[in-house]
């Protein structure tokens, strides 16, 4: 592992929280391997491309990692459903940077800004390439996409982390017409599916952050693991059971 960068950022407005403010550590690393990217997972890291970070904020602790246990988690009625109802194919491989994820994570990334004051910040190919398919031996993508019309139609992406133990939510977009058919919940439980068919123990799902409707979501998966307090490098990570 090569460290190229390291640096706290200076407090900014919280995009999660507008009414506080954010810091972040950052690093900046070469060669990682999946197993040490499960140790940083497992203390509260999270990674876009080769950049990995986590919440340092000194007023606010509301950004608390948040994972599933394969062998206990059971979806709900409502979660079920959505999988259940869901005729979207599968298909599971490398990320890819092609014209159309571009354009689809724009028109998800605009919708979400219309609708919860999110920064609109435009995906090009440069960007989409440093954040969400530079090769990376954990990554992997969920396409999912609608067999209906004449053409097969790419309707929503999941990019994902793969590691010895685990597997890693690390972003999800969708074409906002189909957000009946929840595709978000679907790739959750299509990931919690990957992880137990290949006898992993949990998925990481970020961040849960309470009052932020982007975020608080991921508390309605359960049971799920609470990750407490900001563990050092040296320290043994503790998840508790969530509320």
């Known amino acids: 592992m090569e460290v190229l960068q390291h ?6 407005r919280c995009s999660y929280l507008p009414a506080q403010t954010a810091r972040l550590d950052h690093l900046l690393l070469l060669d990682i391997t999946p197993d040490v990217l499960e140790r940083f997972l497992e203390r509260g890291w999270r990674r876009f491309g080769a950049v990995y970070f986590r919440p340092v904020c000194q007023a606010c602790h509301e950004c608390v990692p948040i994972r599933l ?14 999988r259940n109802s869901s005729t979207l194919r599968l298909e599971i491989g490398k990320p890819q940077v092609t014209p159309g994820r571009i354009e689809l994570c724009n028109r998800w990334q605009r919708s979400q800004g219309a609708r ?27 396409a999912y996409y609608d067999d209906d ?31 009946s058919r929840s595709p978000g919940t679907r790739c959750i439980l299509d990931q919690v599916d990957y992880a137990r068919d290949h006898g992993l123990s949990f998925v990481y799902l970020g961040y849960r952050v309470l009052g932020c409707r982007s975020s608080e979501y991921k508390a309605r998966f359960r049971p799920h693991e609470l990750l407490t307090g900001r563990p050092g490098p040296e320290d043994e990570p503790v998840w508790v059971e969530g509320d």
């Open 7 to 12: 640096f706290v950022s200076d407090d900014t």
């Open 69 to 82: 246990p394969v062998d206990r988690f059971a979806p709900s009625r409502s979660q079920a459903r959505a």
């Open 116 to 142: 919860r004051s999110w920064d609109n910040q435009e995906m090009d190919e440069r960007r989409y390439f440093l954040e969400f398919a530079i090769p990376h031996p954990a990554a992997m993508e969920f």
């Open 149 to 179: 019309g004449d053409q097969p139609r790419l309707v929503a992406v999941g990019l994902v982390d793969r590691m010895p133990n685990a597997v890693s939510a690390v972003y999800t977009y969708y074409d906002p017409d189909y957000a």
